[in-house]
């Protein structure tokens, strides 16, 4: 048993389908000096029933009882009440590997971080994706903390490992964390982004272990992937909350290209799950963005990679979009889209094959090439699924 106490923080709302997975896969843990904090949310299903017979199970588990009042205010609940000096956060549908706070716990001691960051296994319904970081510690007084946030942008969603903002893959020194995450408005969604925002520009030193030991459960219908008009106004909430983040630190103007481009992303989703013609979510990611820098682009095709690719590189402040063309271009909404037959009288440095399949872009290429354009300037990548969490390693 370590002698430093761990509090683990796990903020419960209507999760009896899966909160004894989570709360046995925490009570079997190798480092077993844990402090488990079960806050109820409010939840109106067996949630809380199950946390008081834990209770009475394990003397370690502990269950606040609140009238339900979002995620940001269970975890600063939990926050308040914790007693460790250390805290982590488990959600409650996830569950985590028995040495999961023992390495966490280890690299901690090591570095004297002010907190420190795991690998991750992203469980889909058919499939799992595992992210697992090299081993490293970084002093921030040597670092760049906007070239960090810049280069971690997560959505850019390069093949490049990025720390995922998520406060649960974590663990914190417990001064730390209440220092930041009261940051965060309770209203708030985006809130372990305003979170981690907070946590790069207030610490000190930072570390990761090569170790993916927490399950995430991947949700069609979690919060995250809903669009009503009360879960965006709690996103512009998140929005504010970032922006008064940067602004304290006076990153606000330097950062501040990266939360609109967030904001319109968002609004897009938004846009296309309410049927508002003409705008639709960005669903494919162009991987590789900042290889585009400088350059003058032309994008081929307007199904829904090129649809999506449009909407991402119109906001990108690395590259111009000479033209969009395609056959059909026609059947493209607001006119934004027009012919290939234009493609002879522009000048431009990459025309990016915007499908989703290889051999169709293959096709394509081939067709260019006939048609006297430089091969050397066609270009095609596997487009990234960024809900589906499709194209990773």
């Known amino acids: 048993m370590g002698s430093d106490l761990i509090s683990v923080i796990v903020p419960v709302y209507n999760a009896e389908l899966f909160l004894e997975r989570c709360l046995k896969s925490i009570l079997r843990q190798s480092y077993e000096n844990l402090e488990i904090i079960l806050v109820n949310d409010g939840s109106t299903d067996l949630s809380g029933k199950i946390c008081d017979r834990y209770a009475d199970l394990d003397k370690r588990v502990k269950v606040i009882h609140k009238d339900n009042k979002g995620l940001v205010s269970a975890r600063k609940t939990g926050i308040n009440a914790a007693l460790g000096k250390y805290i982590g956060f488990v959600d409650s549908d996830d ?16 570095t004297g971080a002010d907190f420190v960051n795991a690998g991750i296994i992203y469980e889909f319904v058919d499939k799992q994706r595992i992210v697992i970081p090299e081993e490293r510690c970084i002093l921030f007084e040597n670092t760049d903390r906007v070239g960090f946030i810049r280069k971690n942008d997560v959505i850019v969603c390069t093949h490049e490992y990025v720390v995922p903002p998520a406060m649960w893959s974590k663990l914190f020194n417990a001064e730390f964390i209440r220092k930041c995450y009261f940051s965060v408005a309770d209203e708030a969604q985006e809130e372990d982004l305003a979170a981690f925002y907070k946590c790069i ?11 993916a030991e927490y399950h995430y459960l991947v949700r069609s219908d979690s919060i995250s992937n809903q669009y009503t008009y009360v879960s965006m106004l709690r996103r512009f909430i998140g929005y504010n909350s970032i922006y008064n983040i940067l602004k304290e630190y006076g990153y606000h103007e330097l950062l501040g290209d990266l939360l609109q481009k967030r904001m319109t992303m968002r609004m897009l989703d938004y846009a296309n799950e309410a049927n508002i013609p003409g705008l639709e979510v960005v669903t494919y990611i162009y991987p590789s963005e900042r290889e585009l820098e400088g350059k003058r682009i032309v ?21 111009r979009i000479a033209a969009w063309v395609d056959k059909k271009y026609n059947n493209k909404p607001q006119g934004a889209c027009s012919g290939v037959e234009i493609l002879h009288q522009l000048e431009f440095d990459l025309l990016i094959v915007a499908v989703k399949d290889y051999e169709l872009a293959e096709e394509i290429a081939k067709e260019l090439g006939d048609s006297g354009i430089d091969n050397k300037k066609i270009q095609w990548k596997e487009p990234i699924h960024w809900l589906k969490g499709e194209g990773y390693q």
């Open 201 to 211: 520009l207030e610490c000190r030193i930072f570390a990761e272990v090569p170790y």
């Open 95 to 110: 569950y985590i590997e028995p040495d999961f706070y023992r390495h966490l716990h280890e690299e901690l001691v090591k």
């Open 299 to 319: 994008l081929y095709g307007a199904g829904k990679v090129g649809r999506s690719y449009y909407n991402q590189l119109c906001l990108s402040h690395y590259c």
